[in-house]
């Protein structure tokens, strides 16, 4: 196979395939772990390589780019690693217990479009992943009692309107466990339990938690639920947009000792088909912040971020330095509040305009072309923060856009003609 055939299989996997793996279910989580870095980025060219591969080299190259583009990798953070070392420390700690105590959680709170679930499920992804290579290394042949379909990782987003049933049928949707319209509230319960148990999960991942509203009894029914699932030798990790201001810890207090906001007992015996069992629930509250702009350290790691970006682009007459010299850091922070969310974006739009105009540069006045887009997605709650803010934009200098022109079919006389 030549390296252009290699080129075109790597692009037909991703151009022609279907939508993405569902990750809040058991088989999408699993396809999603298996596959989250297989994608293959297109080479870098130059002006030169590209016009010598002929029109349908330079066709495919083209949209081999805007997927690249399209599909930028999660790169590394002082603050993605600040929330790695926490959660992996706590989902390695709740593993090995033994003992039938009730588990530390991890919330993960930050603004929108900061990376949080991205963050956690890659987290959560490894984590598991080591310990499946260590149990294949100390048990090649299995253990008794071993689940034939297990999921130690389980990823479940919060309904939109929250109440104990249909976060119940939630989770259990993950499992694709059998759900009637017969079973109550105890019953639903109960085959979490269950579910929870039979399919050995470790850790439960309860995103945008804070789409739970304080003063409405069902959500305070809830999150007294979420939290007896603590009981069940689960490591409970919630996902939220600001959670110290969303009222979840109203009833907690935070240990300065240990950094973590302790919930007292519940009051009553029995929540919500739970027996309660009278010890507090502990969670680890650790934030995913944007990056800032204001000591040496942190302008440093904002360029460091930016020439990471830089290296995963493939525009043809980007010269080096194209994110990171001049006034180019401190124009994209004013642009995104140091959002990686919404640096993501503007290069992403930025690219495509790049090389719809034949610019294939990012420049100032190219990007002052550029509104960053972040309207309400599918699934999105604005109310609950999750639609991030956007910094106000007064392009200096109105351009207009150009169409991506990578489908067009521009006839023989433009066969052999360079941009």
Known sequence: MTGEDDQNAALARFVLAGPPPMRDTLQGWDEWRANRDSFTPAPQLDLAAWRALGPRGRMLHDLHRAATHANLPMLETPMTRKVARRLTARLTTNRLKQKPTTRAG??????????????????????????????????PHGLPGTRDLPAPVAYVQTPVTAKPKSTCKAILNFY?????????????????????????????????????????ADDQDTLDLIRA??????????????????????????????????????????????????TERRFDLVELDRFHYDTPAQISAW???????????????????????GTMPEYLYKRTNGVAGLLERLVEDGCEEAIGSGEECLTESLLEGIEIDAEDGPGRDREAGEVPHVPEHKPTGQRKRVRNSSFDDHGPAAADTGS
Not at 113 to 134: F, M, N, P, Y
Not at 192 to 204: F, I, M, Q, Y
């Open 106 to 139: 991890v919330m993960v709170t930050g603004g929108g479009a900061q990376g949080k679930t991205e963050t956690v499920c890659a987290i959560a992804a490894d984590s598991q992943e080591k310990w499946e290579r260590l149990g294949k290394l100390l048990a």
């Open 176 to 216: 694709g466990a059998p759900i009637t319209s017969r079973m109550d509230l105890p019953d639903l319960v109960r085959q979490v339990a269950t579910s929870l148990h039979d399919h050995g999960t470790r850790a439960l991942v309860l995103d945008d938690i804070t789409r739970l509203r304080m003063h409405r």
């Open 229 to 278: 699932f603590m009981s069940m030798h689960v490591t409970l990790v919630l996902i939220g947009v600001n959670i110290p201001k969303s009222g979840l810890l109203r009833e907690g207090r935070f240990d300065t000792r240990s950094g973590q906001v302790v919930f007292p007992p519940p009051k009553r015996t029995e929540v919500l088909g739970l027996e309660a069992t009278q």
């Open 303 to 325: 360029v460091e971020h930016l020439a990471g970006v830089e290296e995963c682009l493939r525009l043809l007459k980007a010269p080096a330095g194209m994110l990171t010299d």
